[in-house]
């Protein structure tokens, strides 16, 4: 059973309070019961961490690589505008991942335009709100399932 991670970035653990830009989405507990549940009906385990914390996320990202986790889901939130370090990250491990924001981020100031991910991204899921989680666990398990019958 192939492992799965969901890396959640600054200011998500803010989803769905009170004052938050954010607040009129799901909170990040119910996202990621869904995506465990997903996972789990398609044969999946997945792991969630979300930090504030850049170093905490790189970290999680190379343990992944050391417990041979086959795909990553990230929502890298405002790390996806600055953070090279992530992206060596992503690169070194070379899992394959999806990147995910609730949001459309073109649709926002011309700064946020800016992805670090989305070039070695084997997919982009922007703009689809909460359901976008979904989607990727569908897409990560149709990604691992044609890796492996090759």
């Excluded at 070039?119 to 989607?135: H, N, R, S, T, V």
Aim: with cysteine; charged share 20%.
């Amino acid at each position: 059973m192939p492992d799965f991670l969901l890396l959640h970035g600054p200011d998500l653990n803010l989803l769905g309070t009170q004052g938050s830009e954010l607040s009129a989405a799901t909170c990040l507990e119910d996202i990621e019961a869904n995506c465990i549940d997903t996972a789990e009906e398609l044969g999946h385990r997945l792991d969630c961490c979300q930090s504030n914390a850049e170093h905490k996320l790189i970290e999680r990202i190379q343990k992944a690589g050391k417990n041979k986790v086959a795909f990553i889901i990230i929502n890298p939130g405002a790390f996806t505008h600055t953070s090279v370090a992530l992206r060596d990250a992503l690169l070194v491990v070379d899992i394959p991942f999806i990147e995910i924001h609730l949001s459309n981020i073109f649709a926002g100031e011309q700064h946020r335009h800016k992805s670090y991910f989305s070039d070695i991204a084997k997919a982009c899921l922007f703009g689809f709100g909460a359901f976008g989680y979904e989607l990727a666990i569908h897409a990560a398990d149709r990604y691992i399932s044609k890796a492996e019958e090759h």
